[in-house]
C-alpha cells in the first residue's frame, strides 16, 4: 500500500496462526479516512480475525499496524476503543438482563460513577432516531429480537464517537428499507471524516455501499479495487476463486402437491414480554412446497417458527400436521409429528455448542432406539451414524468428537440439517437458514432446501434476505406487526411490493 | 504497550489440562503456604516432611487419611454432581448431616435385622434424608426460581439446628436417655456398625462405596440419556428445550441426587466412624465446606473427586495429628484455603492462554 496522506488505517504483513491453522497469512489492509471499505471474503477467509486483531481482541504474531501514520499495538480492546477505532460485533455482546441505555453506557468510562438511566435513555432515544435505528432504550435485551439486538451494537459504538467503525455482517439481520436506513447512516458517517470497515460477504451490498473493496480468500489479501471500477460478478470470483451464478430455482410441482402438509389455522401467540406477537393467523403448506415468510425482523416471525416448533404456546388457534392437531407448547409433540425446525439461532439453539458433532447429530432422536437402550446411550450406533452424515452432508469437521462451536458457520449449518433431514420430517421450519454463511455455504443449504421439497417436505422459509425468498420460494407471505398482510406467488413477485407490504404499505387487495 | 502481560481467550482447551491445572493449583498453594511458614518463623521444608510423612507414607498413616477421606468423598461427589449440571449447591453440609440423621435413626431402630439389611437399610434412609432435603432447595428453584446458593446455604443452618435440638434440645429418639452431663447420641445397635477391610491396611467400607458411587456418576454422565440431557441443559439451555427437554424438573432431580450422595457421605459416618449422631462433631467438621474445594479441585470429574478427597483428606489428617506447640494449628486451614484460591486462579487458565507483550504464546504448560 502506498502512503497515502488520507489513510486512517494501515495493517501490513498481519499474521495470526491458531492451532492448527493460519486465519491471517500475511494481510495487507489500508483504509483511508472518510471512505466506507469492505472487507470481504468467505466464511474463514480471515476477515473476524482481521477485524479482532484490528480491534485489539487478538495480538497479531507478526505485522505492524498504523494508525494515522503512527505505529500502534493494542493489549485490548480497550485500548483500540481509545484509539477511536469500534467494532460491531456479527455475535452480539450485550448482557441480557441490562436495558439498551445501561448496554450502551457498559464500559464506558466518561460515565460518572452514578448512572442516571434517564438522562442515558433521553441520549440513548436522540441516538438512536438519528441514525433510524429504532429501539426502545428502556426494552431489557432478552425482550428484543435479534434485529433490534443489532442496533443495539450499532447504537454503542454510535455512542462512544468511534472514528473508525468496523461492522461486522451488519446487515445480516436486517430487511432490505432496514439496510437502506443503515447506509444512509453509513454515508453520513462518512461525509463527517469517519472511516466505516464493512465486513460483508453479500455482493450486492458491498457494491452498493462501499468506495473501495478489499477481498480475502484463505488468510491472504487477493486483492483491494475501487468499487466504482469493478463488477460483483468480479469480486465473487475474486471472493471464490470460481463463478458463482445464483438463479431462480424452476421446479416441477411436487405429485402430492395438492396435499396441505401443515395448516395454521387463526393462530395467536405472546411474545416474551407478554404482548401480542401473532394475530389469528391463518396459512399452509402443501408437501412439495416451499412458502417463504418475509418481514422486518420482529414481526412475529420468531414467534411464529416457535409456536410451530413447539417451542411456544399458541394462545388461540391449532396447528395441523396433515389434518391432524398437534398439541400447542410441547416441542416433543411436534417433532413427532413430524416437525424439524431449524432455528435462526443455530448455536446456541440449535446445538448444543461445547457438545461433540456426533452428540449434536443425536439431540432429538436420543431418547428412542437405536440411539439408546434403556436409558443407556448406544456410543456405538451413535458413532457410526455420525460418521455416515458426516460424509452425507460433507462435513468438514477433524473428526465427529469435534465441538461444533469449533466448526465454522456452513458446517455448524451442516450438522443442524443433517438431523433436521435425517428424521424424515414432513415439514421443515428454515428461520433464516443461510445467514451469515458464505457463497458455497449458502449455496449448499439452499440446494438441500430444494432437495427436500422435491422429495415431498414442505418448507416454511422464513428468511430476511428478499433475494433468497424470490428465488427459493413457490409462493411468499408478507408478516406485518403478527400478522400476514400479503400472499403472492414468488414468479410474480417483484422487490418493490414486497418491500412496500414489508414496511406495512398495504394496497388494496394485498391480503 | 500498555501491561506487560495479558489474557487471551482459548479456541481449544487442551486435555492435559485437566491434571495439570489441578498439579500445578497445589504446588502454587504449597510455595504461597511456604512464604506464610517462613514468615511465621518456621522451617518450611520440615513442615511440609512431616505432612507427607504423617498423611501418606505409611500404612498407619494412611488409614487416618482414608477416614478423613470418606465423608469429603462423599461430599465432594455432592458438589461435583450439580456443578456440572450449572446448579450451584452449597448445602452438602446439611444434606451430609440429614444422611446422618436418617442413618442413625435406621440403625438404632433396625436392631435385631441381620447386619447387612441394616446396612442397606441405613445407606437408604441416608439417602432419603439427604435427598428429601436437598430436593427442597430443588423445588424451590424450579418452582419459585429462587437463588439455590442462598438457599442451600440457609439450609445449613436449619440443618445443624435441627442436630443440635434432637441432641441437646429435647428428649428425641436419638438422644442418649444414658447420657447424663453432656447430652450425646444413642449408639447404633453393635450389628449395624459398618465393617472395615484388612487388606493390608485398613480400608473402610464407606470408602469403597464412594469410589463406587464416582463409578455410577460417571456412567451417568457419560452413558446415559439423564447425564446426556444435564449436559445439553448446562451447555445450551435454549437448546435444551429445543429438543425437548424437560428443564424445570431436572433440576429437581439433580439436586435430590447430589442430596442422595452427600446422604450416604452422612450414613457412612454414623456407620463406619462415629457410631452416634454426633451433633457437635459434624458440624464442627465442616464436610460440606471443604466438599466444595474437593469438587473445584477435581474440575467436576467423579474419580477426580475421590483422589482430592484423599489428598485434603491426608492434609486434614496430619493437621489432627500434629498438632501441638510447635505446629500452627491453623496451617492446615490455611493451605486448604490457599489451593482453593489457586484452583480459581488455574481455572482462569483453562480458559486463557497468558501472553507476553511481543512473544510467542506462552502455555502454562511452559
Redesign the interface.
Known amino acids: 500500500m502506498n502512503s497515502n496522506e488520507t489513510v486512517a488505517v494501515r495493517m501490513t504483513g498481519i499474521v495470526k496462526r491458531?492451532?492448527g491453522v493460519v486465519a491471517n497469512d500475511g494481510v495487507e489492509f489500508g483504509a483511508r479516512l472518510g471512505e466506507v471499505h469492505a472487507l470481504l471474503g468467505e466464511n474463514g477467509a480471515g476477515k473476524s480475525t482481521l477485524s479482532n486483531v484490528l480491534t485489539g481482541l487478538?495480538?497479531p504474531?507478526e505485522g505492524h499496524m498504523f494508525l494515522d501514520g503512527h505505529e500502534v499495538?493494542f493489549?485490548?480492546p480497550r485500548?483500540a476503543l481509545n484509539a477511536g477505532i469500534g467494532m460491531v460485533h456479527q455475535h452480539f455482546r450485550l448482557v441480557n438482563s441490562f436495558s439498551v441505555a445501561e448496554n450502551v453506557v457498559l464500559g464506558d468510562q466518561t460515565t460518572s460513577t452514578f448512572l442516571n438511566t434517564n438522562s442515558v435513555a433521553d441520549t440513548v432515544a436522540g441516538l438512536s432516531q438519528r441514525y433510524s435505528l429504532a429501539v426502545d432504550p428502556r426494552a431489557k435485551i432478552w425482550q428484543l429480537s435479534v434485529g433490534e439486538q443489532q442496533r443495539v451494537e450499532i447504537l454503542k459504538v454510535l455512542y462512544r464517537g468511534a472514528k473508525i467503525l468496523i461492522l461486522d455482517e451488519p446487515t445480516a439481520v436486517l430487511t432490505p428499507q432496514e439496510s437502506e436506513a443503515l447506509f444512509v447512516t453509513l454515508r453520513a458517517m462518512v461525509a463527517e471524516g469517519r472511516t466505516v470497515i464493512f465486513i460483508s460477504h453479500k455482493l450486492d451490498e458491498v457494491m452498493a455501499v462501499s468506495d473501495r473493496v478489499t477481498v480475502l480468500r484463505g488468510g491472504k489479501t487477493v486483492g483491494t479495487v475501487d468499487t466504482a471500477s469493478t463488477t460483483a460478478r468480479d469480486l465473487a470470483r475474486l471472493m471464490v476463486g470460481r463463478e458463482v451464478v445464483f438463479n431462480r430455482v424452476e421446479r416441477a410441482a411436487h405429485p402430492d402437491a395438492h396435499k396441505t402438509v401443515l395448516h395454521v389455522s387463526s393462530v395467536s401467540a405472546t411474545d416474551d414480554r407478554g404482548n401480542q406477537a401473532l394475530h389469528e393467523i391463518s396459512f399452509s403448506v402443501n408437501a412439495g412446497e416451499i412458502v417463504g415468510i418475509a418481514g422486518v425482523s420482529g414481526n412475529g416471525q420468531r414467534e411464529l417458527a416457535e409456536v410451530i416448533?413447539?417451542?411456544r404456546h399458541a394462545t388461540a388457534g391449532t396447528i395441523l400436521i396433515e389434518g391432524e392437531a398437534v398439541k400447542s407448547g410441547?416441542?416433543?409433540q411436534?417433532?413427532a409429528a413430524g416437525i424439524a425446525?431449524v432455528?435462526e439461532?443455530r448455536l446456541?439453539?440449535?446445538?448444543?455448542?461445547?457438545?461433540s458433532v456426533e452428540?449434536n447429530l443425536i439431540?432429538?432422536s436420543?431418547?428412542h432406539r437405536p440411539m439408546?437402550k434403556w436409558?443407556?446411550?448406544m456410543?456405538k450406533t451413535i458413532k457410526s451414524n455420525a460418521d455416515t452424515m458426516v460424509e452425507r452432508y460433507d462435513v468438514k469437521t477433524p473428526d465427529t468428537a469435534t465441538p461444533v462451536r469449533?466448526l465454522s458457520g456452513g458446517n455448524v449449518q451442516k450438522v443442524l440439517l443433517a438431523r433436521e433431514f435425517s428424521a424424515s420430517p414432513k415439514l421443515l421450519v428454515a428461520a433464516s437458514p443461510t445467514r451469515g454463511l458464505d457463497v458455497g455455504a449458502i449455496e449448499n443449504v439452499r440446494i438441500r432446501l430444494v432437495e427436500a421439497a422435491d422429495k415431498g417436505v414442505g418448507i416454511l422459509l422464513i428468511s430476511e434476505d428478499l433475494e433468497e425468498l424470490m428465488s427459493m420460494s413457490d409462493r411468499i407471505l408478507v408478516m406485518y406487526e403478527g400478522r400476514i398482510v400479503g400472499n403472492v406467488s414468488a414468479a410474480e413477485a417483484d422487490r418493490e411490493s414486497i418491500g412496500l407490504l414489508m414496511g406495512g404499505v398495504t394496497t388494496a387487495g394485498a391480503q | 504497550?500498555?501491561?506487560p502481560v495479558?489474557l487471551?481467550r482459548r479456541?481449544?482447551q487442551p486435555k492435559s489440562l485437566n491434571w495439570l491445572v489441578p498439579v500445578l493449583s497445589v504446588v502454587g498453594a504449597l510455595v504461597i503456604g511456604a512464604i506464610v511458614l517462613m514468615l511465621t518463623g518456621k522451617n518450611p521444608i520440615s513442615t511440609y516432611h512431616r505432612i507427607l510423612t504423617t498423611a501418606f507414607t505409611s500404612f498407619d498413616s494412611l488409614e487416618g487419611t482414608l477416614r478423613s477421606a470418606t465423608p469429603l468423598a462423599f461430599t465432594g461427589l455432592c458438589a461435583a454432581i450439580t456443578f456440572r449440571s450449572g446448579i450451584i449447591n452449597i448445602g452438602g453440609e446439611g444434606q451430609f448431616f440429614m444422611g446422618a440423621v436418617g442413618a442413625s435413626l435406621a440403625g438404632i431402630a433396625m436392631g435385631g435385622q441381620p447386619k447387612t439389611i441394616i446396612i442397606i437399610g441405613m445407606i437408604l434412609t441416608g439417602m432419603v434424608f439427604g435427598g428429601g432435603y436437598a430436593a427442597i432447595a430443588g423445588g424451590l428453584k424450579a418452582k419459585f426460581n429462587t437463588n439455590e446458593i442462598i438457599i442451600t446455604l440457609m439450609m445449613n443452618y436449619i440443618a445443624g439446628i435441627i442436630l443440635d435440638y434432637l441432641i441437646f434440645d429435647s428428649n428425641s429418639y436419638w438422644r442418649d436417655p444414658k447420657s447424663f452431663g453432656f447430652p450425646s447420641g444413642k449408639p447404633i445397635v453393635d450389628a449395624a456398625r459398618w465393617p472395615i477391610f484388612h487388606l493390608g491396611m485398613d480400608i473402610p467400607f464407606g470408602f469403597v462405596l464412594a469410589i463406587g458411587v464416582g463409578a455410577v456418576l460417571w456412567f451417568m454422565y457419560s452413558?446415559?440419556?439423564?447425564g446426556?440431557e444435564m449436559?445439553?441443559i448446562s451447555?445450551?439451555p435454549?437448546?435444551?428445550?429445543?429438543?425437548?427437554i424437560r428443564t424445570r424438573w431436572k433440576i429437581v432431580v439433580v439436586m435430590g441426587l447430589a442430596g442422595a450422595v452427600a446422604g450416604i457421605g452422612g450414613a457412612s459416618d454414623v456407620g463406619n466412624f462415629r457410631h452416634i449422631l454426633d451433633a457437635k462433631g459434624l458440624q464442627l467438621a465442616g464436610y460440606g465446606y471443604t466438599g466444595i474445594v474437593v469438587a473445584a479441585l477435581a474440575r467436576y470429574n467423579p474419580f477426580g473427586a475421590i483422589f482430592v478427597a484423599v489428598l485434603i483428606g491426608g492434609l486434614t489428617n496430619a493437621g489432627y495429628a500434629l498438632q501441638g506447640p510447635d505446629f500452627p494449628s491453623g496451617l492446615v486451614g490455611t493451605l486448604q484455603g490457599l489451593i482453593l484460591f489457586t484452583a480459581v486462579a488455574g481455572e482462569v487458565l483453562t480458559r486463557y492462554r497468558i501472553?507476553r507483550?511481543g512473544h510467542?504464546a506462552m502455555a502454562v504448560t511452559a
Request: overall charge positive; aromatic content about 10%.
Open positions: 491458531f492451532p487478538y495480538r504474531d499495538s493489549g485490548s485500548d416448533g413447539g417451542m410441547s416441542v416433543r411436534s417433532i425446525h432455528p439461532d446456541h439453539t440449535g446445538l448444543a455448542p461445547s457438545h452428540d439431540l432429538k436420543y431418547r439408546s436409558s443407556v446411550l456410543r469449533l | 504497550m500498555k501491561s495479558r487471551e479456541l481449544t452413558r446415559t440419556r439423564f446426556f449436559g445439553v451447555d445450551a435454549a437448546a435444551a428445550r429445543y429438543v425437548g501472553r507483550a510467542e
